[in-house]
């Protein structure tokens, strides 16, 4: 409600009313309408005192002065001097934190102005209600760490039953709650299933979000902009397979209301089949599967750096990353290469010798003189045993390579069709998922004429590097080629 100024009346009190109900059920509210219709029934006809009206927080709890409208507003009128007098029902209603409670008590008191608490009959003017307050406030705040135990205690029975009627769906794109029943929004669901799919073709959360951004695609609060963040969440959220993680975080502390992530403090339960589903099962494992593939690559590849976190070192087992070298004539070109030389973690190859370019910047017409120092000075590099770091492959190689590899399987797909169906009957759901893919891909496939992104990020799941400049492609599927 809106409370207007009241001016000092010679004689008279200024006098305001604070009341507060910690839930917004209808029995509460109903409780809270009464004690504000009792004070404007009490206040508003005598004329010994001026009412200056009921300031109310219907439905908020009592832990945090600051969650509290109509209480920091009447604080906000006292300190410009245009109240005299509280009243309140009890100490608990005024505040469940027993700190604030204090504070805004004494920051009253030392500005003249007198909180009555009708229930424990305390003046906070008075010599002895700052001791009486103090122990009452204690008692309000004990008493709402126990009615949080007793909730959290009641939630654990639910959990462990599997019960799910009491948890609410909040802002979940494509589900909406009403009365307890749950229903998916198929125009918003959509949107999820497109990030599922989009997620299973390849496409990292970056790109997916750019790609919704373009398209217009609007969110669930109704802005264009996507980020990394909210696809991630989509992506991981069990509740659009139909399925329910109980007790993923909960209230450390119930003064603070500060909710943190369950990480073992307490029993989790996953209940299966409660909620309508968006997106399969299997398909919703799968990316489970992907997402924790993911996590283990410092950087996602993407269409215009598609083996990005794909190529590895058969030898050491480290990745192979971009890097350049300088030509005799000074030009810099780049080129694929372990990454173990940077921290000269590379491991020997048996068998294989290593000869350092020779470094000497060669003119193109060199005099006599030049020609007889070279013979005399500058020898050729000797030898030494080959190290995994030595390899260098050309930027352009790992795409002709995956060419090659796809029409070989292409050519000679009915000798794999076999492993394939094997594969599709296998208890690890990754594998099935993607053998039914590739299965799918070779029948409609065509020959390659040049290298393809999308379906190398579709197919592909790494590339180990050997030493002879051989490359063996692993498919998500488990097939292994090597050309």
Request: aromatic share 10%; hydrophobic share 35%.
């Amino acid at each position: 409600m809106v409370i207007g100024s009241h001016a000092s009346e010679p004689g008279k009190k200024r006098v305001a009313a604070y009341c507060r109900v910690s839930s917004p059920s209808a029995e509460q509210l109903k409780s809270y309408q009464a004690q504000a219709d009792n004070y404007r029934k009490q206040f508003e006809k005598d004329e010994s005192i001026v009412f200056v009206g009921v300031y109310g927080d219907p439905g908020v709890s009592g832990t945090r002065s600051a969650n509290r409208e109509g209480f920091m507003r009447m604080i906000d009128d006292c300190r410009r001097g245009e109240i005299d007098s509280i009243w309140t029902k009890s100490v608990s209603r005024f505040g469940r934190n027993t700190v604030d409670t204090l504070i805004y008590t004494r920051e009253l008191r030392n500005l003249g102005i007198d909180v009555f608490f009708e229930k424990e009959n305390i003046h906070s003017q008075e010599p002895a209600g700052e001791l009486l307050l103090t122990l009452m406030a204690a008692f309000a705040e004990s008493e709402s760490f126990n009615m949080s135990e007793n909730i959290k205690w009641g939630k654990h029975r639910r959990y462990e039953k599997g019960l799910v009627e009491s948890i609410t769906i909040n802002n979940i794109l494509g589900l909406r709650q009403s009365n307890g029943v749950i229903t998916v929004i198929e125009e918003e669901a959509e949107i999820v299933r497109r990030i599922f799919r989009e997620y299973l073709e390849g496409y990292n959360m970056h790109e997916i979000a750019a790609r919704l951004e373009k398209d217009g695609v609007r969110s669930r609060t109704d802005l264009p902009k996507w980020s990394t963040t909210v696809i991630k969440h989509i992506l991981t959220n069990e509740k659009f397979a139909g399925d329910c993680l109980l007790q993923k975080t909960y209230i450390a502390d119930p003064i603070a209301h500060h909710s943190v992530p369950n990480r073992g403090e307490y029993a989790q339960y996953y209940v299966e089949d409660c909620y309508p589903a968006i997106v399969g099962k299997e398909e919703w494992l799968v990316v489970q599967e992907m997402m924790k593939r993911a996590s283990q690559v410092t950087r996602p590849g993407s269409e215009e750096y598609p083996f990005v976190g794909k190529m590895f070192c058969s030898v050491c087992g480290q990745y192979f990353g971009q890097d350049s070298s300088v030509t005799t004539n000074r030009t810099r070109y780049a080129l694929y290469r372990c990454t173990s030389r940077k921290d000269h973690s590379w491991q020997i190859v048996p068998g294989m010798e290593y000869t350092r370019p020779h470094t000497v910047r060669y003119t193109k017409d060199p005099s006599p003189a030049l020609l007889e120092y070279r013979e005399k000075y500058c020898t050729e590099p000797a030898p030494r045993p080959y190290r995994c770091s030595d390899t260098r492959i050309d930027l352009d190689r790992p795409r002709k390579a995956f060419v090659q590899a796809w029409n070989t399987i292409l050519r000679r797909k009915q000798r794999y069709f076999p492993n394939l169906q094997a594969a599709e009957a296998s208890d690890d759901v990754y594998t099935r998922y993607h053998a039914s893919v590739l299965s799918e891909l070779l029948r409609n496939g065509e020959k390659l004429a040049e290298f393809n992104a999308r379906l190398f990020r579709k197919t592909v799941e790494r590339i180990d590097v050997h030493p002879s400049g051989k490359m063996t492609f692993t498919f998500k599927a488990g097939m292994i080629i090597t050309v």
